[in-house]
C-alpha cells in the first residue's frame, strides 16, 4: 500500500461519470461526437443528433469486450437504466433461480455486485465512459431533488462514489440548455473535475469538456509541483540564515507548507545553526 498526500496525487488521465437530465434535453447528442463509441441500448440515437459511431443489439459481455478491447478512447453507454437491465437478465441467466419473485432481494444483491464489477472494468481500461441517464425525483426526500436513474437506489449510491463527475443538463426558456456539475438541493451533480456550469450548443462535445478540464487540474498540479522544486532550490542555494529567514517569510504568506519544501527548510536551518556554533 502506498500513502500519499492529496496534493502529491496526480489527476487522472481519463473520467468515468454520468450526465443525465429529462427526455429531450439533448444528453445523447452531447454524448455522441467526434472519435466516440457510442453504445446505444435504447435504439434512441436516431432521434438524437448524435454524430458518432453507433453500436446497437450489445449484450452486456459485448460492452465489456468493447471496453476492454477496442481502440475507442471515449464511450458512451445510453442508458444507464437499460445497462441495468442487462446486467439484470445476465444474473438471471447465470441462476434461473432468481427469476423467482420470491428472489427479489437475492437479485438485487447479484445486480449489485456485478455493477460493481462492471465499473471496476471500466475503470482499469482506462477510457473514458459516460453513462446517459433519464432524470427522476428522488422519491425518498421531501424537497423537489432530481437524481439519475440508474436502477437502484443502491446502484446510485455505488455510482456516486466511483464517479469523477455527475452532471445535470437542463433547458432554460425554448432552446437555452446548460450543463452543470455543481451540486444543490435540487440535483445530485458532482464536480471532483471543477467544471464550471455553461451553456451547451449543438456542436459541443461532452468528452471535449472533460479532456480541457482534465488538462487544466493535471497543469495545475504541475505549476504547483514546479513552485515547490523551485522553492527547495532557492532554499538550498541560501548563503545567509537572512537570506533563509526572507524565503520563510514568502512560504508562509502563500502558505506553501508541503512536507518536502519543509524539510528542506529545516535542514538549511540546522547548517547555519551549527554553523554559527
Given at each position: 500500500?502506498?500513502?500519499k498526500q492529496k496534493r502529491d496525487i496526480e489527476p487522472k488521465k481519463n473520467s468515468i461519470g454520468i450526465v443525465y437530465g429529462l427526455s429531450g434535453s439533448g444528453k445523447t447528442s452531447l454524448c455522441g461526437k467526434g472519435d466516440t463509441l457510442l453504445i446505444d441500448l435504447?435504439?434512441?440515437?436516431?432521434?438524437?443528433?448524435?454524430?458518432?459511431?453507433?453500436?446497437?443489439?450489445?449484450?452486456?459481455?459485448?460492452?465489456?469486450?468493447?471496453?476492454?478491447?477496442?481502440?475507442?478512447?471515449?464511450?458512451?453507454?445510453?442508458?444507464?437504466?437499460?445497462?441495468?437491465?442487462?446486467?439484470?437478465?445476465?444474473?438471471?441467466?447465470?441462476?434461473?433461480?432468481?427469476?423467482?419473485?420470491?428472489?427479489?432481494?437475492?437479485?438485487?444483491?447479484?445486480?449489485?455486485?456485478?455493477?460493481?464489477?462492471?465499473?471496476?472494468?471500466?475503470?482499469?481500461?482506462?477510457?473514458?465512459?459516460?453513462?446517459?441517464?433519464?432524470?427522476?425525483?428522488?422519491?425518498?426526500?421531501?424537497?423537489?431533488?432530481?437524481?439519475?436513474?440508474?436502477?437502484?437506489?443502491?446502484?446510485?449510491?455505488?455510482?456516486?462514489?466511483?464517479?469523477?463527475?455527475?452532471?445535470?443538463?437542463?433547458?432554460?426558456?425554448?432552446?437555452?440548455?446548460?450543463?452543470?456539475?455543481?451540486?444543490?438541493?435540487?440535483?445530485?451533480?458532482?464536480?471532483?473535475?471543477?467544471?464550471?456550469?455553461?451553456?451547451?450548443?449543438?456542436?459541443?462535445?461532452?468528452?471535449?469538456?472533460?479532456?480541457?478540464?482534465?488538462?487544466?487540474?493535471?497543469?495545475?498540479?504541475?505549476?504547483?509541483?514546479?513552485?515547490?522544486?523551485?522553492?527547495?532550490?532557492?532554499?538550498?542555494?541560501?548563503?545567509?540564515?537572512?537570506?533563509?529567514?526572507?524565503?520563510?517569510?514568502?512560504?508562509?504568506?502563500?502558505?506553501?507548507?508541503?512536507?518536502?519544501?519543509?524539510?528542506?527548510?529545516?535542514?538549511?536551518?540546522?547548517?547555519?545553526?551549527?554553523?554559527?556554533?
Amino acid at each position: 500500500m502506498i500513502i500519499k498526500q492529496k496534493r502529491d496525487i496526480e489527476p487522472k488521465k481519463n473520467s468515468i461519470g454520468i450526465v443525465y437530465g429529462l427526455s429531450g434535453s439533448g444528453k445523447t447528442s452531447l454524448c455522441g461526437k467526434g472519435d466516440t463509441l457510442l453504445i446505444d441500448l435504447e435504439e434512441g440515437a436516431s432521434r438524437s443528433i448524435a454524430d458518432c459511431e453507433i453500436a446497437q443489439g450489445a449484450s452486456l459481455k459485448d460492452v465489456i469486450d468493447i471496453i476492454a478491447t477496442s481502440d475507442y478512447q471515449n464511450i458512451t453507454i445510453d442508458t444507464g437504466d437499460e445497462l441495468v437491465r442487462l446486467i439484470s437478465a445476465n444474473c438471471k441467466a447465470e441462476n434461473p433461480k432468481l427469476q423467482s419473485a420470491s428472489q427479489t432481494l437475492r437479485l438485487y444483491g447479484a445486480l449489485l455486485d456485478k455493477l460493481i464489477y462492471f465499473i471496476g472494468e471500466v475503470r482499469k481500461s482506462g477510457k473514458n465512459v459516460v453513462f446517459v441517464c433519464h432524470g427522476k425525483r428522488d422519491e425518498s426526500t421531501d424537497t423537489a431533488r432530481f437524481i439519475p436513474r440508474f436502477g437502484s437506489e443502491n446502484n446510485n449510491i455505488e455510482l456516486f462514489r466511483v464517479c469523477d463527475f455527475i452532471g445535470y443538463l437542463y433547458s432554460q426558456g425554448v432552446n437555452d440548455r446548460y450543463l452543470t456539475f455543481d451540486p444543490t438541493d435540487f440535483n445530485n451533480c458532482k464536480n471532483s473535475l471543477q467544471i464550471a456550469t455553461r451553456k451547451i450548443s449543438k456542436t459541443d462535445n461532452i468528452f471535449d469538456i472533460l479532456k480541457d478540464a482534465r488538462v487544466e487540474l493535471s497543469l495545475e498540479f504541475e505549476a504547483k509541483k514546479a513552485e515547490r522544486v523551485e522553492y527547495i532550490n532557492r532554499i538550498e542555494a541560501c548563503a545567509t540564515m537572512e537570506e533563509l529567514t526572507e524565503i520563510g517569510k514568502e512560504l508562509r504568506k502563500i502558505n506553501l507548507t508541503h512536507e518536502d519544501v519543509v524539510s528542506a527548510f529545516k535542514e538549511a536551518q540546522k547548517k547555519f545553526a551549527t554553523a554559527a556554533a
